[in-house]
Structure formats: structure tokens, C-alpha cells
């Protein structure tokens, strides 16, 4: 099977691709990722070299390429990773945005119809279903209302696979998940940046009153779930995921304070992120009664080995702060 993966060096697609790679050799994947700074082959060192996998250095929104590869590689299958992922720059400047999350998923929708595919997965996320109040949990029947330029570019793509299905009968399948933590994380998300402060003694800083609520799913556990609805998700169906792990940001910083075995006098309370999400928290019965799956890794334990990976590899993340992500950090947080 010749599966297309697009956005495989980030955090979760470089995770599936080894993932899926260590435990089958039924399945041919071509990598299609464009490097930006959150694109990194180091990423993918436990794939490298095998015979059932290809990187193809490139953008999804190129249709030239994106239909030169479906030649190529007789693509049958996509998974759609590849995205601009994080909502603090899609408020600095969400042009970006818009080009990859929407026109980039219009390209591989529109090859995908030409080539006749069997599958195409978008890999989506719970901010397409807004911000939750003290209580209830997001289910597939929510409806779409998006908050920040990074939610609104997932749901227009989310809107548009579902329109290529009732139009053109593509066979979609939608997943939404919660938010991930795990290895190979880029630091400019919550649990990496605080972990990488806290080693470094350097502020925590923590949005608004550190209140807001995610709800927290190991980065395997949504890998997992993306190959079960791949495999027998029902076509045109979305799928939520997520490992009913609500936290609020500040017990997420203080856990990881705790561990390391700093003090509380490292956290700044900042200014408060624009527009920021309340809560987020999934009900995923619809996958777990449907397709069976369920999470496997309990919390506390993943987020242990989730620091400890950090703490062991520590030339993965000096050479990424040392770049692009330094000036980016300065504009965001300022010389803290
Ligand atoms: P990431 O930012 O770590 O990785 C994104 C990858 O996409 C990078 O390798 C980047 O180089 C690549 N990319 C960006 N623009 C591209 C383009 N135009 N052409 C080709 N490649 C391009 O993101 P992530 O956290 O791994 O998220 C992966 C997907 O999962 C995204 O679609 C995101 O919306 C979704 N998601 C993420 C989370 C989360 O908690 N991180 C939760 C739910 C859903
Ligand atoms: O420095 C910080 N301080 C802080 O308080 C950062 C980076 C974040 N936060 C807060 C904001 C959020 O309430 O922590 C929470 C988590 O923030 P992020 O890690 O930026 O994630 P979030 O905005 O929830 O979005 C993530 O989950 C859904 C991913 O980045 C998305 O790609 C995914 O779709």
C-alpha cells in the first residue's frame, strides 16, 4: 500500500511515520514535507534507509510536484499532516496559514480526485470545535466555531475534504485530536518550552491566570488512533480522539517544576494569549465503541518519559533553539 504522508518531520508525523515503519512492512510511504522550522529529518533517523520509505523534500501546496509524486509513486493513499500548527503564530501573521492549511490541502484534494485514491486522512484538531465553558466535552456533532487564524485555516480545510466527499464521493475520513505531548515536540509548545526553561533557570511564562484547560493525549496513543481510522474508519465520518486528560496550564508547568525539581519562583504570569480557548476537552466515545480503540499510556507515566526524553537529548533541542526559533522567541516573549 503507497501511502502519501504529508508533514512527516514535524512532531506527530515524524512520530507516525516511525511508528508505522517499525511495525509494518505492508505499507510504502513517501514523506512530503517542505522543512520549515518545524520540519526536521533528525526527526526521522529510525526510518532512514529502509526500503519501504521515501523523503521528498517539498510543498503541498506545489501542484506540480504534489502531482508528480501521485505519478510516480502510484499514490493510492494520504495522510494529511502537514500543516502550520501553532496558534501564537498564526496571530503574529496568518497569511501562512491560509496557504498551507487550506490551498496546501486543496492541492492534495485535487490530485487526490484526479488519481482516484482509495483514502485521504486529514489529520484535524479539537479547535475546530471552539472553546468549552466549565463543563461538556466537545463530541463530533459540536458545531464548527473557530477562535484564532490557525483554527479557522484547520476547519476550512476540514470543510473542504468533507465537501470533495458529498461532491465528488473522495473517501475522507476527518480525526480530531486533543492536544499531544511527547518526544520530538517542537519547543515553542507548552510542555517542551516550559520543560527547556526550566533547565535553562529561565522564566516560565504562563498565559492569562494559567486556568485554561487542554486536554492532554501521548503523541502514540493519537498515532495509533490516525492508523486505526486509516484502516477502518467509515468514509465521509469524523473521528475525535483524545485520553480524557484535563488539565489547567498551571498544574501542567508546576507538574514538570516538581519533576525537575525547581521552584514556583520561576513562573511569570504574562500577558494573556488574544482570544484564547477557555477549554478544551474531547469526548471520544465515537471511536472507542465504533473502532475500539481506547489510549494505552496512563498520563503521569508518559509524561515522565516525555521529560526524560528531553533531558537525553539535549543536541536535538540546542540545535533547534539555536536558530529560526531564537528570534521567534524574542518576539513572542521578549528577552525573558
Ligand atoms: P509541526 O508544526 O510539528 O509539524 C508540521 C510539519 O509540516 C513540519 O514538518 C513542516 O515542515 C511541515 N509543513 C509545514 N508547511 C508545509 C508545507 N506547505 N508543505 C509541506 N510540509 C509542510 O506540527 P504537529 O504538531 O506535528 O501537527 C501535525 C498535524 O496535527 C497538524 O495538521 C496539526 O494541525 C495537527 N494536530 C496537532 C496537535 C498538537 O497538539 N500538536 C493536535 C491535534 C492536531
Ligand atoms: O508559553 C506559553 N504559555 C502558555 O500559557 C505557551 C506556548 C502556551 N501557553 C498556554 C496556551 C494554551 O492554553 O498553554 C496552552 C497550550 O498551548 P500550546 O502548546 O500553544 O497549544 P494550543 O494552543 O492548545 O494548540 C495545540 O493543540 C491543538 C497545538 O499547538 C495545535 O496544533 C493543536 O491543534
Redesign the pocket.
Known sequence: MNILVTGGAGFIGSNFINYILSERDDVFIVNLDKLTYAGNLENLKPSEGKKNYQFVRGDITNNELVDYLFKKYSIKNVINFAAE????RSILGSEVFYRTNVIGTNVLLEASRRYNIDKFLQVS???VYGSLGATGLFTEQTPITTNSPYSSS?AAADLMVQAFHHTYGLPVVITRCS?NYGQLQFP???IP?MILNCLKDKKL???GD?M?V?DWIYVIDHNKAVELVFEKGRVGEVYNIGASREMA?IQIVKLILNKLGKTEDLIEYVKD?PG?DRRYAIDSTKIQTELGWKPSFEFEQAMEYTIDWYLANKTWWERIISGEYQKYYEVQYGNR
Do not use: A, Q
Open positions: 500548527s501553532h496558534v501564537d484538531t479539537d479547535e484547520k492536544n515553542e509548545k507548552l518550552l511564562p504562563v498565559y494559567g485554561n487542554r496550564n494569549r484564547h
